[in-house]
């Protein structure tokens, strides 16, 4: 065979396919899909004329088109890998857009090749995009009729051709083909036979990925009580309840509750709260009660969110004790001593401490303190400050002249009007006090003279004496010559007065007993009183000397 033929033959039987496509992948699937052209099957199939190449760029060129006047309808179409920011609000139903490139694989050559020189072969990559297309794979199956001269490239990677099913792969990598730009690889291969060969190419991008953010929004409230732990009573104090959102979401419709010791006293509404935002509010607390008081704040929106917060306030304050002791009874004449105690059993110091004593009018005050001052028909009583748990004490004496009932009451306070008062009741018992006295007109007698006893009764208390009885009995060396001051009867020495019926508060009796010396002697003269109501004996003796 000449050279000529060779050259013939090779034209008819050469096929060598040129194409112009547009790869994309609007969803981004995970598995690639391959584009191509598959090997003819007939030198008619095989070859294609430079018009059906023309007719492809144009159908291709007319894709792109359309998909670029898409794109530009939305505005919130975006080209693989650029994200669409948070603040950029269009229509709320579009989550994702987005392009793929545009690239268009060329391959251009000889359709003849002489057996025994090198054919050379241009593949081209063009990216008429304004973005990059990243990933893409151009592989060329080339046979083993052919030798590789050579293989070169403008950018990205070559793989080597290794044997695979009697055929030979060249791998072309692009990383990364910029927008409205181009790459090219440049092959080179000879034929050592005139057989018909075909040479086929095929392509792929990596799949596109892209992950749309869907933000969880949830509000969540949350209570703060700003209070001090402690005050002191009379006070009025200022407190500050925090409503925040610690959520992510809008709260809306918020009923805030203020409550004291389970009262509801406050209430406010907050109509809208956004995500991380707070808002305060000012409680007046006045006259609270002494002791532990309990506030409470309680949060609820119409889409059930609630919050809860609670803070316990101690109240302090003075508290003041007064106790006065004294007797329960007493008889009148008699005296009575009365203690008063005043103690600050509160949390808080008493400050400007005052009492007012006050005695009823049957007693005769004889013993007081020093800081305890005359004041109208009483006393008073003063004290600087008054510690918690500290005690003050004082007492005053008294006589008690009138049967009654006798009182002594006190009435303390202090500068924030903290007082207390107490009083001690004495029952003074009216007594009768029968006193006796006796008296000789004469003590030294001689035989045969007379001398009179003068009995003198006398009733010191405040009631009658009842049934009050008198006895003198004389000694032997005397004899009775008469009783009078009262009926009586005389048995020997023995002069016995029938019972006085009474003897009124203050009244006196003089009874008299005359007697006749009738030896000589020094035996004393016994006198004996005892009345029924008090119960009541007195003894007297009186001596009288006779020679």
């Known amino acids: 065979m000449n050279r000529n033929s060779a050259k013939t033959n090779c034209v008819a039987w050469l096929s060598v396919t040129l194409v112009s496509v547009i790869i994309g992948n609007a969803w981004g699937e995970e598995t690639p899909n391959w584009g191509g052209l598959g090997a003819a099957q007939s030198p008619d199939s095989a070859v294609r004329s430079p018009e059906s190449t023309d007719e492809s760029q144009q159908r291709s060129s007319r894709k792109s088109s359309r998909r670029r006047s898409l794109g530009d309808a939305d505005r919130q179409t975006r080209t693989v890998g650029q994200r669409i920011s948070p603040g950029a609000r269009s229509s709320e139903r579009v989550l994702l857009s987005a392009v793929t490139p545009a690239v268009e694989i060329k391959i251009q050559g000889s359709r003849e090749v002489e057996v025994g020189e090198n054919a050379r072969f241009q593949v081209t990559a063009t990216n008429s995009a304004s973005h990059s297309a990243r990933g893409l794979f151009i592989r060329l199956l080339v046979p083993e009729s052919l030798v590789i001269k050579s293989v070169t490239s403008t950018n990205g990677e070559v793989s080597q051709p290794g044997v695979k099913e009697n055929s030979r792969r060249i791998v072309w990598q692009l990383d990364s083909l910029r927008g409205q730009s181009r790459e090219r690889l440049d092959l080179e291969l000879a034929t050592s036979n005139r057989e018909d060969f075909n040479l086929q190419v095929e392509w792929t991008l990596l ?30 104090t200022q407190c500050v309840v925090v409503l925040s959102n610690t959520g992510n979401g809008l709260a809306k419709d918020i009923a805030l509750d203020v409550s004291l010791n389970g009262i509801v006293g406050k209430q406010y509404q907050v109509d809208r709260l956004e995500a991380g935002q707070r808002q305060s509010f000012n409680v007046a607390l006045a006259d609270l009660p002494a002791g532990e008081a309990k506030l409470a704040v309680s949060a609820a929106s119409a889409s059930g969110l609630r919050a809860d917060a609670f803070q316990s306030i101690v109240i302090s304050r003075p508290h003041l004790d007064v106790v006065v002791q004294g007797p329960k009874t007493r008889t009148a004449g008699t005296r009575a001593n009365y203690r008063v105690e005043v103690t600050n059993s509160g949390t808080l110091a008493a400050v400007n401490v005052n009492g007012e004593l006050v005695l009823s009018s049957g007693l005769d005050v004889i013993g007081m303190p020093r800081d305890l001052r005359p004041h109208g028909d009483g006393f008073v009583w003063h004290v600087a400050e008054l510690l918690p748990g500290e005690s003050k004490t004082f007492s005053i004496q008294c006589l008690m002249p009138n049967p009654g009932v006798q009182s002594v009451a006190i009435d303390i306070a202090d500068a924030h009007g903290h007082h207390a008062d107490a009083i001690a009741r004495t029952r003074v018992e009216a007594k009768a006090n029968v006193h006796l006295s006796v008296e000789c007109t004469q003590d030294q007698l001689a035989v045969g003279e007379e001398t009179t006893y003068e009995l003198y009764l006398e009733n010191s208390g405040s009631r009658a004496a009842d049934e009050v009885t008198v006895i003198a009995e004389l000694p032997n060396h005397l004899e009775v010559a008469e009783a009078a001051g009262h009926e009586a009867t005389v048995e020997g020495t023995v002069v016995r007065f029938s019972v006085i019926p009474k003897l009124g508060a203050g009244e006196s009796l003089m009874l008299t007993i005359r007697a006749k010396a009738t030896s000589a002697g020094t035996d004393p003269i016994y006198v004996e009183l005892a009345t029924q109501n008090p119960d009541k004996r007195i003894a007297y003796e009186s001596k009288t000397l006779v020679r």
């Open 207 to 236: 799949p596109v990925r892209e992950t749309i953010a869907i933000r969880g929004r949830q509000p969540e409230l949350a209570l703060a009580i700003k209070a001090p732990s402690e005050v002191a009573h009379g006070e009025n």
